[in-house]
């Protein structure tokens, strides 16, 4: 009954299979026959020609794209609660060179125009206030809640307004789609993102995670950065074929529904408790510390969250007897 | 009979194995039971307590080391053809924030500590040229030498002297330690390494290197630039597991010996043409473009090497046949 | 009716006259001896032993010292409303290759222990969120608030209990001492102060602030940084002897007690419209568009600060008849 | 009889005249009248639309622009001896956020096409290797060497044919104009200079350098940069006024015919010991240890360099009776 996180269950089994079937001699680096493959792949998915390029973490993937897109001197609008402030160790200020985060307000860690547009005016145009030059969202974001079609477009017209490159987090990308029912490119390029991380390790990968550029010309440098920054594997074969293994029969989707139903299942459970929506795999449930316990006594391990608030997450593998287990134990309390 | 490199062979089946066996859920980054173990297998190795973190590429343990062994305003003495200065995209800037390395000449990419001393003497003592605040060895060299123990030492006191911290570029250290026939401990902290990479990716690994702390104190700072370099997986339990599966029963010796054997056997055959003496797995020939096209045309396959010359390199599954095919045809050029 | 700012300023004709005393021919960056008198003035003036390095701007100073103090990896907590994050362009990025600021709130950009314990206490301590290394105050603040020497002592111990170096932006320190009444000392390393800048340019210098460094071994380190940073003017003594110029008789006392009175003179004027105390040079008000607009038609120049507030800054040199005549404006409203 | 260098030279009395007469208030930072007034002066002394910022140090400029110039994957190829790489502390790793320097040979420092290209040639067009996005010359060079418009303009084609941008530290440029008796424009944009330094700290100014943008887009970016490096002084006009004054009247041509006279009159005495040809202000002689000494007990202040041979400067203010004592010592020898 594990529920701390998406990001260390096991990998599928379809996945361990395409590294060992891609344990072979072939070329390094990316010039094997699987990594020459995504680029293809991800244009059929995404339904436009795109560049897609893979990396082993999350933290990576974001900040390689984020250093092609905003200069040392330049800001990152993200929201205060964004993976890249709370999550990356500063990685963001390391990969670019200094830029600075510019953080935005909101429920549930998502971006309303509003104030991203209000954060923008309290900056005065002059050398001496970092000037935003990037905004960067995630979806789903870290507490679970989802941007549909209609609410990526308006920050996608927003940055394109202001003059901002639009990049989006994708970890949870796989839980948005299967939440939305949009497209992927509905989520992405038709709506503005010029960028994104497509997360696959959270989601039944190993430590395959893919860059997709709909700016393709953001490629030969990222490609750079990519290796500069230690992170262009000899033997990438083993990336790219476990990325091709999850798309494969739309076994990612597969998995992010599996995902996302366990975590409906726990929030019927948790009717009257929920922080946020219930709109991907996270849980925010209103919890006491002797409820807290009570759960845990009864096997449940996850995340207390501030004061009152534990945290659930599911994923591809939960154990439907494990999540009817607990959803009970919640009703019960 | 593919002789390019031997950062492309397939992974050993025993590292499969333990990446398989590890593919269940644990805890997160390095929390999990594998990556525990690897300070005390590593600290059994090398005969003294050490610190053993997990990395996915050379480059990126050699930078994240140097990063912490070199402020942004220091340099790096290494040989003008030292991986970090010629095949890392200028990771050691990106990492460190800017140090400079500091070449020094010497033939076969290996550093004699006269000219080390020479390079040191050139240098101004003030503010207007960088100083010199490490050195970085490469063993065995990019060039196939190795370093014995009593060579390595003289560098080791040629540091300590000049207040240089030491570092060791091991990416091919099971060749040097199957070669000099000196133990771990004396190729490293016993001649002065105060921190080193141990290459495994080269070595029957898939994807995993360690880094290797003799000065452990420098642990702390370099966890931290692990993951905000985007390098901490959050299923690092597969770097550790196939790390410890090539530590058994000293499989990284056996897959090193048998790289080192297939090049000696070439370089029995190209006796007269050998540019420098083959002391691990690499060989560098002399070869004019009509013996090299010669070579390609019986299906050996291997980079040339500045004009006249070509490279071979050997790996712990190099085919017996293959290799004594290629020998077979380069006796008879 | 100029008070826009103090930092435009005429400089005071002190100034200019040991600026001509100095243009000779001498030991070219710090090597005349007008630079080599700064660590003993200095000295003399904390009452106690300390290295005085020259620079020629507020942002170098204080991102050359704070690059010292914190490394790339780490958090410099800081008032919202500081200096080093409202109107540095990010150089504290920059000089420290990515540390992040952690921003704390408080009225008038003072920082309240409290706050400061509150914003370490939410930092998770592991290796996914950035440590906090350095803590930044401003004195007198970016508002014109002056910290007692009490005050100074309280962050310096919590300082020293969490484990931060302790820096202090002094560009008006000279008005922080006037207003408190307390000793260069007891407002620096006596409450924990370990290095600071000491303004001049806001106060009667023509281009030179000077980095006072308590901690004395962070001399070495910010004189290479300096120098990296294009900040080691080869006629350095230009800049001595200006800062030995305003020393001298206590001439940047007297500076700052004309422009602490000035201040105090129009905030007799607006007692009913002050936003913070008037405690420095600078007076917020509070002022509808009109009542600007009216102040504006008699001469005075300055700024809006935000909706229905204006900003009024003294200088030494500020013309009492100017402030008389701007006081009596602004009683008239 | 100091010929240690010119860059510590007494400033001259127009330079101090006018920054006495802009010592009132004006708007701050690069608003005032004389930092308005540069791009209109520098448009017409190099007969084209340039952009011009001041900066204090050669440092600052050189590498703010290099910054602009050149990613920071990316490399600057210069000549081994080039300031930038020998005498700036690591300042373009710093400001370029960890670009390479790519080091060619040529006698006197100067760089030639062919070397130039070798160069380029050695690099691997791949990700591993950096590769070189600027080409970066000094005129005169730090041997006292001079591109003629010719030689500038071949090095211009080719950095234009190979990518390049084109960079020029003009830290001694008015003695490159003087001696080569080309234009201002010759000398720069018309052979495909796109940015410089032009240096009036060696030539009469007191502390004032400008960088001038022949390519105006990069002016933003070196705003920005510039403010974020600490070089953005309150009181810019001091800078602007000093640089006007040289401009006037040709007062930056007359000094450096002055110092490159002495050198000439040097260089005759001296004709048999001369390392390089004498074409701007410096002399690089051959000595004995006891001839050095001889000098000096004549009264000469000089720098050895090297073993058996010295390096004298002249300047503006060289005084002409101790130019033909030294003269004349020489000739004694």
């Not at 995404?46 to 040392?72: I, K, M, S, Y």
């Not at 985060?101 to 900056?123: E, F, H, M």
Request: with cysteine.
């Amino acid at each position: 009954m594990r529920f701390l996180s998406d990001n260390a269950a096991a990998a599928h089994p379809a996945v361990l299979d395409a590294i060992a079937a891609s344990n072979r001699l072939d070329s390094p680096y990316d010039g094997d026959e699987w990594s020459l493959r995504l680029d293809a792949a991800f244009s059929d998915l995404f339904e436009t020609q795109v560049r897609a390029l893979w990396a082993t973490t999350g933290t990576a993937a974001n900040c390689l794209a984020l250093a092609a897109l905003c200069p040392p001197y330049g800001g990152i609008i993200c929201h205060r609660d964004a993976h890249i402030e709370v999550d990356e160790a500063g990685a963001p200020g390391f990969f670019t060179g200094g830029a600075k985060l510019i953080l935005v307000d909101g429920p549930g860690a998502k971006l309303a125009p509003d104030a991203v547009s209000a954060a923008i005016g309290r900056i005065h145009k002059d050398v001496h206030q970092v000037q935003p030059r990037a905004l960067s969202i995630t979806n789903a974001t870290e507490y679970g809640l989802v941007y549909n079609a209609a609410e990526t477009a308006a920050l996608g017209d927003l940055a394109k307004a202001q003059g901002l490159r639009l990049y989006l987090d994708g970890a949870r990308f796989a839980n948005a789609i299967v939440s939305s029912g949009a497209t992927p490119a509905e989520l992405s390029w038709r709506a503005g993102v010029e960028a994104m991380s497509f997360g696959f390790v959270k989601n039944g990968g190993l430590n395959a995670e893919a860059i997709i550029l709909f700016d393709m010309d953001l490629a030969d440098e990222i490609l750079v950065r990519r290796k500069r920054a230690g992170h262009l594997l000899s033997k990438g074969r083993m990336l790219a074929a476990q990325i091709l293994a999850l798309l494969e029969g739309d076994l990612w989707l597969a998995n992010a529904r599996a995902a996302n139903a366990a975590a409906q299942a726990l929030a019927t459970a948790a009717a009257g408790r929920l922080v946020y929506p219930v709109e991907a795999n996270e849980l925010f449930l209103k919890a006491s510390a002797d409820e807290a316990a009570a759960l845990r006594a009864q096997g449940a391990e996850f995340y207390d969250w501030g004061a009152g608030e534990i945290r659930l997450v599911t994923s591809w593998d939960s154990d439907p007897a494990a999540v009817g287990k607990l959803a009970a134990a919640i009703a019960g309390l």
